[in-house]
């Protein structure tokens, strides 16, 4: 995708500086953006601090968790990758994962913890619709290599116009998707897409609800609630008129008719 | 090679081609709105209860029956089907015939009516208008005339109001909703499929999320039994009528038809998918409205079971199914060529469905 690659290129240019940038700090040089002549005021100060931070900043990245703790310190890295965002795999949801099921202090962070979860069903959604995607994608191909096949049999009546074309391979295309559509594999990929597709719908709500109840506005989930008691009230009275009416009985046929005639 | 094409008929193929894109482009230009009107019978409105509206035919000729017939649908779709048009119109033949005919429209449920349930359909709206009708032509019973979902209804209404029912007419209606899946062709039987691929929790998860069991998924499910035509319909399959105005006309219609699919009430929904769809209780004996068992045996009145022979939505398995089950000896199956809609649209059908059903219905007063 375009957009992710020009993401990429420009992050790789603000890494770049900010590499150099703290290079010439910690060997005590001038800022490669400053002007030339002689170091600041201060420079060397500015040397020791960013070594010292730096040193302490290696030393709990190699103690960060590993593999068998959990938190890869290249998952850092890849957390702020657009592309791994795209892929919407491993990497990501891991470090969102930690960050989500992290212990709860009553409302501390809780918007914020909501906010972190929409993310996470947001990749495990883009991760599911490519799954489906995937499957779709298999039946396509399996549709045009059926084509190629068939059009390449020389025992097969011949093609003798484009709409004949079109329609052998819009025959050939039908069948492949119906197959497809029957398949143990799209039907659990559509239902993993749909499920997580609620999820994330859901999660989003929670945030739409936290930020209504902020703004002194009623939240979907008090809608339904006020709904629902409507409903219930609607059937109640619906029954008790109903148990107020008289039964229905037949009229005499003449009447019948006559009541019929003036509808 | 099979592909063996003449370039003399190449170009005369692209140049009817251009001919047919010209017409087409000409015919759509003068259309209106107006003329892609559906359900252009005249009725009116006889009673309200929420959305739900009962509307009474305006008679075309002189009454041959003596008891009315009301029309129910499903919610999957809308009442417009069976009066797509004029020369495609079950009601219009009904009405020819002398039947005094009702329908109920269930309106377009919104976010509000997500926990309206199918009791609150069967036991609460079907019998208010049941019960108007009898009140109005002062009848211990009527006829009902279920399609699709509507089938469901107006079968378990029967099934828990005998005295209220003389005759029961069900369409294209799902009684076995396992049946028809094994050896079918493959497009048939997918709702089925998709539907039993869900969990319980996946469903309850699905509505609580929209409210509602959204229309446009629905329209997604049916669109997975028909993939290439979904895909071509708006420019092969327009294409193909389009320099015809009453075979564009009829697309038009149809298409019009089939954009107009509402939500489907969220609680109701969950009994739908889950009750029937999945764990099939109808004919388990298991389904229960408000609590209790709806019996099929308790379907005692003359019961006419129209299927079609290609459903692909609704097999005639499924629907055959009712046979086993009923309670009278008077049970009619009556099939018909074609699929799940064209039995009520197509040319052909025309005189089929409507006559039948009335020489049926004639036959029982």
Redesign the interface.
């Known amino acids: 995708m375009k957009g992710f690659e020009q993401g990429n290129e420009w992050l790789k240019f603000w890494n770049e500086n900010q590499k150099s940038l703290f290079q010439a700090w910690a060997e005590g040089k001038p800022s490669p953006f400053a002007m030339h002549g002689e170091p600041p005021p201060g420079t060397e100060v500015m040397s020791d601090l960013m070594k010292r931070s730096m040193e302490q900043w290696a030393t709990a990245a190699k103690k960060a968790w590993t593999a068998g703790g959990g938190f890869d310190p290249q998952a850092m890295g890849k957390l702020f990758d657009p592309e791994e965002w795209k892929r919407a795999g491993s990497h990501f949801d891991v470090g969102l994962e930690k960050l989500t099921e992290g212990p709860t202090y009553a409302t501390l962070w809780d918007l914020d913890k909501k906010m972190l979860n929409v993310q996470k069903l947001w990749v495990e959604r883009a991760r599911d619709v490519e799954k489906y995607w995937e499957v779709v994608q298999g039946a396509w191909q399996r549709a045009v290599e059926r084509f190629t096949k068939s059009i390449s049999d020389p025992k097969a009546a011949p093609i003798t116009s484009g709409r004949e074309m079109l329609d052998a391979w819009l025959a050939v295309a039908n069948a492949s998707l119906l197959e497809m559509h029957r398949s143990k594999e799209f039907l659990e990929a559509q239902r993993r897409m749909t499920r997580s597709s609620t999820e994330y719908r859901l999660a989003e709500r929670e945030i739409a609800e936290a930020f209504c109840e902020m703004h002194h506005i009623p939240t979907r989930t008090e809608m339904d609630e006020i709904q629902k008691s409507m409903v219930e009230l609607k059937r109640e009275l619906r029954a008790m008129r109903r148990s107020t009416q008289a039964p229905i009985k037949a009229a005499p046929a003449a009447k019948r008719k006559a009541k019929a005639k003036g509808k | ?6 370039p003399k ?2 170009v005369k ?2 140049a009817d081609f251009s001919r047919r894109m010209q017409q087409g482009r000409e015919l759509l230009e003068k259309m209106k709105d107006k003329d892609v009107q559906i359900a252009t019978t005249p009725k009116h409105e006889v009673f309200r ?2 959305k739900v509206v009962l509307y ?1 035919y305006e008679a075309t000729a002189k ?1 041959t029956l ?1 008891v009315p017939v009301l029309i129910a649908y499903g919610l999957v779709g809308r009442y417009t089907m069976a009066d797509l048009q004029e020369d495609r119109s079950l009601v219009r033949n009904l009405l020819s015939q002398g039947v ?1 005919l009702y329908v109920v429209d269930w309106g377009t449920p919104t ?6 349930t199918l009791e ?1 359909y069967i036991d ?1 709206y079907l ?2 208008c049941v ?1 108007f009708i ?7 019973a009527i006829s009902l005339l279920g399609i699709c979902e509507g089938g469901v209804f107006t079968t378990c209404y029967a099934a828990r109001n005998p005295r209220k029912v003389k005759n029961l007419t069900i369409t294209i209606t799902p009684i076995d909703f396992h049946a028809g899946s094994r050896d079918a062709p ?2 048939h039987g ?1 709702i089925g ?2 539907a039993r ?2 969990t319980h929790e ?1 469903v309850d ?2 509505i ?4 509602n069991l959204p229309g446009e998924l629905m329209s997604f499910v049916f669109s ?6 979904a895909l ?1 319909k708006y420019n ?1 399959g327009l294409f193909d009528v389009m320099d015809d105005e009453k075979k564009l006309l009829n697309f038009l219609r149809m298409e019009k038809w089939l954009a107009d699919r509402p939500d489907h009430p969220g609680e109701a929904a969950k009994q739908w998918l889950k009750d029937l769809y999945q764990d099939n209780k109808l004919v388990k004996g298991e389904f229960t409205l408000g609590g209790v068992k709806v019996d099929l045996k308790q379907l005692k009145m003359p019961v006419l079971n129209v299927f079609a022979e290609e459903d692909h939505i609704v097999p005639s398995k499924s629907s055959q199914a009712l046979r086993k089950h009923v309670g009278t000896r008077d049970y009619t199956e009556l099939p018909l060529p074609g699929g799940h809609v064209g039995v009520f649209v197509s040319g052909k059908s025309q005189g089929i469905l409507g006559k039948n059903i009335y020489g049926w219905l004639k036959s029982k007063s």
């Not at chain 2, 090679?1 to 003449?6: A, I, S, T, Y």
């Not at chain 2, 997975?224 to 035509?229: K, Q």
């Open positions: 090679m099979r592909v063996k094409v003449d008929d190449a193929e692209f209860s929420d009474r009454k003596g005094d976010r509000g009516d997500r926990w309206l609150d609460g019998a208010d019960d009898r009140r109005e032509h002062g009848l211990e493959l497009h997918l499929l998709w691929s869900m996946d998860r699905l609580e999320a929209n409210g997975m039994m028909t993939p290439v035509n071509t092969l």
